[in-house]
Nanobody
């Protein structure tokens, strides 16, 4: 059974930082494309960042480029999202997602496995 467990969310002031973690189990982590998505109240899922299982440059949404950094530690089955210079518009539930051998890196419908989400709230 595949499980993705996120942690690290919380309340932070604008300009602050948070680091989200997502630990995966039940799959061969090195074969999984890992993505972060977010959903604000009343809005659709929004792509944030992702790393292909095969390596290569990370992909970011324009709205977070230069502020967020995605990384992975295959030895720990963990993907991270370092979020700096946070803005109130970053407030959302953040989800970790996995797609084994996946290539459609920004399309949330292509991801097979999802975590339960972690709330990030940025106050102005």
């Amino acid at each position: 059974q595949v499980q993705l467990v996120e942690s690290g969310g919380g309340l932070v002031q604008a300009g602050g930082s948070l680091r989200l973690s997502c630990v995966a189990s039940g799959l061969t982590f090195s074969t999984a494309t890992m993505g972060w998505f977010r959903q604000a109240p009343g809005k659709e899922y929004e792509f944030v960042a992702a790393l292909l299982w095969s390596g290569g440059a990370p992909r970011y949404a324009d709205s977070v480029m230069g502020r967020f950094t995605i990384s992975r530690d295959n030895a720990r089955n963990t993907v991270y999202l370092q979020m700096n210079s946070l803005k109130p518009e970053d407030t959302a539930v953040y989800y970790c997602a996995a797609d084994v051998w996946g290539s459609a890196i920004t399309d949330y419908e292509k991801y097979t496995y999802w975590g339960q989400g972690t709330q990030v709230t940025v106050s102005s």
